[in-house]
């Protein structure tokens, strides 16, 4: 089911951009462009045909090919990708949207709801939510009430299940949107007027976070960038959803620093079975891409950050760490450490992971 989804969206894009440049196109055409056989580039078209995602512009007429139109060049969906990764019984719930307004909106009405999810932050398009297991009933409805709300979370096997009740805007998103987006694999839905309910399952990812120091040399180069490249590098394996970077500033006056001693830190959401395969991969794009030897990665599993490993980022900020103490904190809070002498900044980075930004980018701050 999963992989229908992900074709439709895929060649719903395809098609849209088709008819928005040409005002038209063949079967051939998109045969070509998806690299899929005739047969089932027919299938695909005759398929949104019935949906009413796709008209028949003109029938075949002897030698001349079939054309065919998107209906609309409006957004088939305003949510662009649907994850969650899991840590015991927490859940982290990811939805980027096309829109920031929208992240916005439905950030507000999902705290002013309640229910399951217990903190919200937003990134731009990027609405990150703390949930727990479980279930909290909540009242959905007309201003003042929330129009929609996440009423509990469930773990399905390989899957997380989010109960969402919504009204109005929101209840269009759940039954016409949310299912296009990247990351769901299914959604039921259910009527109770004048609110939808419906379950959305997403796969428990796990989550990775990756800090990444002294890859930069006084002749060039610089860490945030690498940083972003391997962000890309990573997202590109299946299975791997990317989810953010972000840059933390470091002790100012460490010495043999290149610049203001920046570290950055980039997350992903990842398919259990896949953890061996980015670990092996990052290391090995860091390595050819750092330009300094003294490149350094810490590696580790999961979103939250234990009071021990916190201290160890402040410690970063305000002393000199050696490396057999950022060796000793990374064996006991689960983290790994490959490289040079970078990897005690990029352990710093990792400690630091979930701050704001306004700590984060300030050296000043040590608790």
Same mark, same amino acid.
């Given at each position: 089911m999963a992989g229908v989804l992900e074709h439709r969206r895929k060649y719903l894009r395809?098609?849209?951009q088709f008819t928005l440049e040409k005002g038209f196109f063949t079967v051939t055409e998109f045969q070509q462009a998806a690299k899929i056989p005739r047969s089932t580039a027919q299938d695909w078209v005759n398929r949104l045909v019935i949906e009413g995602c796709v008209i028949v512009r003109e029938g075949k007429r002897g030698r001349n090919a079939a054309t065919y139109a998107s209906i609309s060049a409006v957004p088939q969906s305003t949510c662009r990708r649907i994850f969650t990764t899991l840590e015991?019984?927490?859940?982290e719930i990811f939805h980027d949207c096309l829109s920031g307004a929208c992240a916005a909106y439905c950030g507000f009405h999902h705290l002013l709801a309640g229910g399951a999810i217990s903190k919200i932050e937003r990134d731009g398009t990027l609405l990150r939510e703390r949930a727990a297991i479980g279930v909290r009933e909540t009242n959905v409805g007309l201003p003042p009430l929330p129009a929609v709300a996440v009423n509990g979370i469930e773990c399905d096997g390989e899957f997380i299940v989010q109960h969402i009740r919504c009204i109005g805007g929101p209840a269009y998103s759940l039954s016409d949107m949310m299912a296009r987006a990247e990351g769901v694999c299914r959604i039921e839905i259910s009527r109770a007027s004048p609110t939808i309910e419906g379950k959305v399952w997403t796969r428990a990812l796990r989550h990775i976070t990756i800090g990444i120091d002294d890859t930069d040399s006084k002749d060039g180069g610089a860490t945030f960038a690498l940083a972003l490249a391997l962000l890309a590098h990573l997202s590109a394996i299946r299975g791997v959803l990317p989810i953010a970077h972000h840059v933390a500033m470091l002790n100012p006056s460490i010495y043999g620093k290149t610049a203001g001693n920046s570290a950055s830190i980039i997350e &992903?959401?990842?398919e259990p079975d896949q953890y061996s395969r980015v670990v092996e991969r990052a290391i090995k794009f860091v390595a050819g891409e750092s330009l300094s030897p003294e490149w350094g990665l810490a590696i580790r599993a999961g979103f939250t950050i234990p009071d021990g490993l916190r201290e160890y980022g402040w410690l970063a900020r305000s002393t000199v760490v050696t490396r057999p103490v950022a060796e000793a904190v990374a064996e006991r809070f689960n983290a790994?450490?490959?490289?040079?002498?970078?990897? &005690?900044g990029a352990l710093g980075a990792v400690a630091?992971?979930?701050l704001p930004n306004e700590i984060l980018l300030d050296p000043g701050k040590t608790r």
């Amino acid at each position: 089911m999963a992989g229908v989804l992900e074709h439709r969206r895929k060649y719903l894009r395809m098609l849209r951009q088709f008819t928005l440049e040409k005002g038209f196109f063949t079967v051939t055409e998109f045969q070509q462009a998806a690299k899929i056989p005739r047969s089932t580039a027919q299938d695909w078209v005759n398929r949104l045909v019935i949906e009413g995602c796709v008209i028949v512009r003109e029938g075949k007429r002897g030698r001349n090919a079939a054309t065919y139109a998107s209906i609309s060049a409006v957004p088939q969906s305003t949510c662009r990708r649907i994850f969650t990764t899991l840590e015991d019984n927490q859940i982290e719930i990811f939805h980027d949207c096309l829109s920031g307004a929208c992240a916005a909106y439905c950030g507000f009405h999902h705290l002013l709801a309640g229910g399951a999810i217990s903190k919200i932050e937003r990134d731009g398009t990027l609405l990150r939510e703390r949930a727990a297991i479980g279930v909290r009933e909540t009242n959905v409805g007309l201003p003042p009430l929330p129009a929609v709300a996440v009423n509990g979370i469930e773990c399905d096997g390989e899957f997380i299940v989010q109960h969402i009740r919504c009204i109005g805007g929101p209840a269009y998103s759940l039954s016409d949107m949310m299912a296009r987006a990247e990351g769901v694999c299914r959604i039921e839905i259910s009527r109770a007027s004048p609110t939808i309910e419906g379950k959305v399952w997403t796969r428990a990812l796990r989550h990775i976070t990756i800090g990444i120091d002294d890859t930069d040399s006084k002749d060039g180069g610089a860490t945030f960038a690498l940083a972003l490249a391997l962000l890309a590098h990573l997202s590109a394996i299946r299975g791997v959803l990317p989810i953010a970077h972000h840059v933390a500033m470091l002790n100012p006056s460490i010495y043999g620093k290149t610049a203001g001693n920046s570290a950055s830190i980039i997350e &992903i959401g990842a398919e259990p079975d896949q953890y061996s395969r980015v670990v092996e991969r990052a290391i090995k794009f860091v390595a050819g891409e750092s330009l300094s030897p003294e490149w350094g990665l810490a590696i580790r599993a999961g979103f939250t950050i234990p009071d021990g490993l916190r201290e160890y980022g402040w410690l970063a900020r305000s002393t000199v760490v050696t490396r057999p103490v950022a060796e000793a904190v990374a064996e006991r809070f689960n983290a790994q450490l490959y490289g040079g002498n970078g990897v &005690i900044g990029a352990l710093g980075a990792v400690a630091l992971s979930g701050l704001p930004n306004e700590i984060l980018l300030d050296p000043g701050k040590t608790r």
